[in-house]
């Protein structure tokens, strides 16, 4: 069983830049596709990013394009989100993802193991 810890949340001004980290246990760490989502309150969990098993593929929600970047070693079994120009909407509790499958996925549903989350708060 793989568990994931988030890390690196906290309250940042709008424009400001947050790196978010994920340390998953074990092993078999590269045999999982990782993503990143989020939830507001009163919203659904919304996919974020997501990174293939080596790190070769990543894919963004168009709302984060050009601003957040998904990366993962798979030597450290870590995965982070780096947000730049964070908006006050984008205030949400982060949670990262596995999927043990070869795809990334948009979908919540599909990702198998979930972190407690960690909260991140955008203020104007």
């Known amino acids: 069983q793989v568990q994931l810890v988030e890390s690196g949340g906290g309250l940042v001004q709008a424009g400001g830049s947050l790196r978010l980290s994920c340390a998953a246990s074990g092993p078999t760490f590269s045999d999982y596709v990782m993503g990143w989502f989020r939830q507001a309150p009163g919203k659904e969990r919304q996919f974020v990013a997501g990174?293939?098993?080596?790190?070769?593929?990543?894919i963004y929600a168009d709302s984060v394009k050009g601003r957040f970047t998904i990366s993962r070693d798979n030597a450290k079994s870590t995965v982070w989100l780096q947000m730049n120009s964070l908006k006050p909407e984008e205030t949400a509790v982060y949670h990262c993802?596995?999927?043990?499958?070869?795809?990334?996925?948009?979908?919540?549903?599909?990702?198998?193991?979930w972190g407690q989350g960690t909260q991140v708060t955008v203020s104007s």
């Open positions: 990174i293939s098993q080596g790190g070769a593929t990543t």
């Open positions: 993802a596995a999927r043990g499958a070869l795809y990334i996925s948009t979908t919540p549903g599909d990702y198998n193991y």
